[in-house]
């Protein structure tokens, strides 16, 4: 009878912590940067070349692939995923990472669970809705929602709130 090869999670090498920065294991990290007072939750991975900001939470079950970006302030909720490969060519890019695309997440973002957000770009003080999916850059504060996500409510400029 045959065994599995069993992988064990951890945190992986190449990882560079902030300050203070907790974390709920098992979870998945490498290769990435993480802020000073951040909370990573529990069966979360985070790829290399990844960069979250100060004092953001990532919730647990969540994925965040290579070539993210996540500010300042920011939350994201439960069992969101991130993408970076858009099957431009009807399949997978599979290892051909010049086929994989940037995400940027602004400061005071908030990502509802079950959210998947696209390679895109997300101004400061944004709400994305629970299972909401982005696949357009958005570029005024506000609260977005739907798949795909569009903007429900607009943010006042002056105080960036609804």
Known sequence: MARPN???IGIHQNVIFGEDVKLVQ?????GCTIGDHSFIGPFVEIQQNVVIGKRTKVQSHTFICELVSIG?????GHGVVFINDLFAEG????????????????????IGSNATI???????????????VVTRDIIEPGTYAGNPAKCIKKFSASTNKP
């Open 6 to 8: 069993i992988l064990n």
């Open 26 to 30: 098992p979870v998945n990290l490498y």
């Open 72 to 76: 300042d302030d920011c939350f994201v």
């Open 91 to 110: 399949g997978p890019a599979g290892g051909d990472q010049s086929k994989w695309k940037k995400t940027r997440i602004g400061n005071h973002v908030s």
């Open 118 to 132: 696209l390679p895109v770009s997300i101004c400061d003080h944004v709400v994305i809705g629970a299972g909401a």
